[in-house]
């Protein structure tokens, strides 16, 4: 029996952590849930924000051209608000991943307001070297890939987080969720890492 097979027997959690699981056809689908609205709402406000002080920083230019001090520091605030702006948009990226079992291919999904920075990367089942259960400094677990990438002469490590913010609560299922990954991906059996 094939490990799809053995996914449509065997039912996947539908959740677990920030990410919404589902099976469709020979792969195996997970999506991070969109982000609350207040978190949402923080790079828009910061970006509004940096708008203002900006206005305030060339109105001050133009009608006290002698005076550069209070512009010069309302232009940095405009300039720290849309890098903090850029910083909170790039954390709220929503993350997908899918296990296509036909072509025993990872795909790793990086999903952005903008299409253009968008981040898609392909990885072949034999490529993955890990599936490891690390604990986040908040008390909260993710489930982290590891593969080799590159050609074979210079190969090197990377990862990437597939599920995040995994309550202690939901150990059992936590655990399902990286037996089937690390199954999957074909590993050999060991218990999940934490810490």
């Not at 940096?50 to 305030?56: M, R, S």
Request: net charge positive; charged share 20%; proline share 7%.
């Amino acid at each position: 029996m094939s490990f799809a097979d053995a996914l449509v027997e065997n039912r996947i959690p539908p959740r677990v952590g920030d990410v919404r699981l589902r099976y469709d056809e020979g792969r195996m689908v997970g999506e991070s849930l969109p982000p609350a609205l207040g978190q949402r709402l923080i790079p828009e406000l910061c970006l509004l924000l940096a708008a203002a002080c900006g206005v305030g920083s060339l109105a001050l230019l133009i009608l006290t051209p002698s005076h550069y001090g209070t512009p010069a520091v309302l232009a940095l605030a405009a300039a720290a608000l849309v890098g903090y702006a850029l910083r909170q948009e790039a954390h709220l990226g929503r993350r997908r991943f899918v296990l296509h079992f036909a072509t025993e291919t990872l795909r790793l999904e990086r999903l952005s307001w903008a299409p253009s920075a968008t981040r898609t990367e392909t990885i072949s089942f034999n490529d993955v070297t890990a599936v490891q259960v690390i604990q986040r400094p908040s008390g909260h677990y993710a489930i982290i890939v590891t593969w080799q990438a590159g050609p074979p002469e210079h190969r090197e490590e990377r990862r990437a987080a597939v599920v995040e913010q995994v309550r202690p609560h939901e150990a059992e299922t936590l655990h399902r969720v990286w037996r089937m990954l690390h199954n999957a991906f074909g590993l050999k059996a060991s218990a999940p890492e934490s810490g």
